[in-house]
């Protein structure tokens, strides 16, 4: 969940948020296009994108590659792959903006891209042109890709 003292709260969204969240992202985005394509940080802009792109119709979908989170805590952001684009009428996509550096980094490449997310924390909000939700930056938020179904025991069991 990374590191304690800076998340006190957990935001969990499953998947049918996530896809309602991303078509509300659609419905602002679409009024500022049209889009030549999308171009997602990964990986956590990948789902968004690929929604975004359904709902947008749009077929041009490239990738920005950064890492800066493992598991557990976030540390200094490594390029993996960057693009050969300024970003002039392209969308660029990320599932959250946090701390703001890795969106840096992004809008750096692609200085013309109109840079998008679902969720924005108050540190990286600035970076975002246009978001959804706004969680605080003490938040973690839990992905549906970083959870899973577990068995819970009814409440009689745990009392006996």
């Known amino acids: 969940m990374g590191d304690k003292s800076r998340y006190q709260k957990m935001f969990p ?7 309602r969240d991303c078509r509300a992202l659609s ?4 009024e500022k296009g049209p ?17 975004l792109a359904r709902e947008l119709d749009i ?24 693009i050969d684009n300024d970003g002039d009428g392209w969308l660029l996509i990320d599932d ?12 750096d490449m692609v200085p013309k891209a109109h840079f998008a997310t ?6 990286g909000r600035p ?21 899973g179904s577990q068995f819970v025991e009814p409440i009689i069991q745990v009392v006996e």
């Open 59 to 82: 077929h041009l979908v490239d990738t920005i590659c950064l890492s800066s989170y493992n598991w557990k805590e976030q540390g200094q952001a490594q390029v993996l792959k960057k």
């Open 127 to 147: 970076m975002v042109e246009t978001y959804i939700t706004e969680v605080s930056q003490d938040t973690w938020i839990l992905f549906p890709w970083d959870a």
């Open 96 to 107: 959250l903006v946090d701390t703001g550096k890795t969106a840096k980094i992004a809008q």
């Open 13 to 19: 969204v499953s998947w049918e948020q996530l896809h």
């Open 35 to 51: 889009w030549k394509g999308i171009i997602a940080i990964t990986r956590g802009g990948l789902v968004p994108a690929a929604i």
């Open 118 to 123: 679902v969720y924005a924390k108050p540190e």
């Open 27 to 30: 419905w602002r985005l679409m």
